[in-house]
């Protein structure tokens, strides 16, 4: 099984239900090795940033619940570089025993939030109803980054791009652009459905 899990390109952990690291596949400890955007501290998977560390760490709290769903998280290495990490809970009866056991609880799959999104962007405007400039804004996003970076790439005022982005954030229900990228990421990750 690890030698399927290592042929994976994207980083995959799985980790207990306190957050240690159990498993950590070859694209995995490529990550921990950077150390640009997750870590490993005393054993657990860690977020460099606190906001999304505490985010990750409610995710895998969470998986510990009968109910749990998979969860997304945002994140952003220190070279600006998003990513999305999708945490994936287990089958209630394989977290009860992982409880007591502290064996798997989860398994985290680390993705560049830049993924090749495009060939979903019709659906993603047809979802959202989304104009064709929206669009692009949306993905300028997901791609560029902040209001004046996207502004520049795109050649319009920053005015204008705030515009789109108070669309974007009305017609998707979100407030921030890191939900943006979660919406986008989820129609792109085939991991999480």
Known sequence: MADVLDGLSVGMFLVDADGRIVHANAA?????AAGDVLCCEAGRLAALEDGPDKNLRDALAAAGNDNTKAATLSLTARGGTRY?????PLAA?????ARKAHAVAAAIFL????LNARPFAGS?????????????????IVEVGGVPEVAK??????STVKTHLGRLFEKTRSSRQADLVKIVAAFSNSLVR
């Open 28 to 32: 995995g400890r490529v990550v921990l």
């Open 84 to 88: 999305v990490a999708s945490v994936l």
């Open 93 to 97: 009866g394989a977290r009860r025993r």
């Open 111 to 114: 993705n560049k939030a830049a």
């Open 124 to 140: 993603i405007a047809e979802t959202y109803k989304l104009t064709p400039t929206e669009l692009r804004i949306l993905f300028a």
């Open 153 to 158: 790439a795109v050649g319009v005022a920053e």
